[in-house]
């Protein structure tokens, strides 16, 4: 074929080699193949995703147990601290006379009833009358304490401005029957764990309510002053089958059944308790703890708790709870309380 000549220029009409242009989309072909990831590259970055993803969840999983954690802590730390305080007061209040009260005479009687009474391992009946009639022990042999006080003002209620553990009103007493009651014990609540209750009269009937729920252990000791002279300082601390043991051991002297049950009310030992003693194990609702070391709580100290081994309660050992509520939130809550009145 002839070259066309244009504008000066020869310009060749032949073709590049068909196998030229072949050699030269081969290698544009490699080129492209050899983009993108290889099978091996695939699986290390998958292996790394995973491990990425387990990582995240695992962290997850360990900030939502230490939340539950901390907010179980939150929790025992607010009703072991609620739960005394409500004792306490119904402690300082034992004994309590209103001194304007024409019933002064009938509380400050040398044969009165004493402010403070108990029972150790026992439980009480809601509808009972007071703790005359104590039931077996739950939730390690918890203790009940019992407190009597005088009211304000006539009526079923009085004035209002005296009231016990369950709010309602107490009058001032006609006689040692009508004064009013604070009792504390521990009984089963949901789903069988102890919780500790408040039992008083009000309007006339026999209630209790829960305070705080989860108890492991309630326990009570009562400091006695033994001086001759006394000075309102304890000499020692028992437990209320210790002090119910002296009281047995009284010789009753009297006529007749009331005048011995008079005098024994007018020497018991419960009349020099000028101290109370008590400490509260509570444990959360669920296992939230990450450690597996089984704890050991000496709810009055390990001197009490050696030397004391029949009372029931004292030690509470984790190794000895059953493994399925083994590992919850505990907290021990101590606290000793004076009488502020005469108490007999």
């Known amino acids: 074929m002839k070259p066309v000549r244009q504008q000066g220029r020869y310009r060749s009409t032949v073709t590049k080699p068909a196998r030229r242009q072949g050699r030269y989309r081969s290698t544009c072909m490699s080129h492209m193949r050899q983009q993108g990831w290889s099978l091996v590259e695939l699986l290390v970055a998958a292996g790394l995703g995973l491990m990425l993803t387990l990582l995240a969840g695992s962290l997850l999983l360990a900030s939502a147990s230490n939340y ?12 072991g601290r609620y739960a005394l305080d409500i004792m306490a007061q ?20 040398a044969d009165a009833p004493a402010a403070i009474g108990g029972w150790d391992a026992h439980s009480l009946g809601k509808a009972s009358v007071g703790i005359a ?4 022990a739950v939730a390690n042999g918890s203790d009940v304490l019992a407190v009597r006080f005088a ?5 079923a209620s009085g004035d209002g401005s005296s009231v016990n553990c369950g709010g309602f009103g107490v009058a ?3 006689d040692d029957d009508a004064l009013g009651w604070s009792i504390f014990y521990v009984a089963p609540g949901e789903g069988g764990y102890g919780e500790l209750r408040c039992k008083y009269l009000g309007n006339g009937n026999w209630g209790a309510d829960a305070i705080v729920r989860g108890v492991e252990s309630f326990q009570v000791l009562y400091g006695l002053d033994t001086d001759q002279s006394a000075d309102g300082v304890p000499n020692r601390y028992l437990n209320a089958t210790a002090i119910r043991a002296l009281d047995a051991t009284l010789v009753p002297v009297g006529a007749t059944p ?5 005098d024994l009310q007018r020497r018991s030992h419960w009349k020099r308790v000028c101290t109370v003693k008590l400490a509260l194990l509570l444990h959360g609702d669920g296992n939230t703890r990450s450690d597996t070391r089984a704890m050991q709580f000496d709810l009055f100290g390990p001197a009490y708790a050696d030397g004391h081994s029949q009372d029931q309660g004292t030690r509470i050992m984790e190794t000895q709870i059953p493994e399925a509520d083994r590992w919850r939130a505990r907290r021990l809550v101590q606290l000793t309380v004076a009488l502020r009145n005469k108490s007999g």
């Open 151 to 155: 009211g304000h003002g006539q009526g």
């Open 258 to 262: 009331a005048a011995q049950q008079h």
């Open 90 to 109: 119904a402690i300082r209040q034992g004994a309590y006379v209103n001194w304007n009260s024409t019933a002064a005479p009938v509380s400050l009687a």
């Open 133 to 136: 009639t104590p039931l077996p």
């Open 68 to 79: 539950r954690h901390h907010a179980e802590s939150a929790w025992l730390d607010d009703g």
């Open 172 to 174: 001032a007493p006609v």
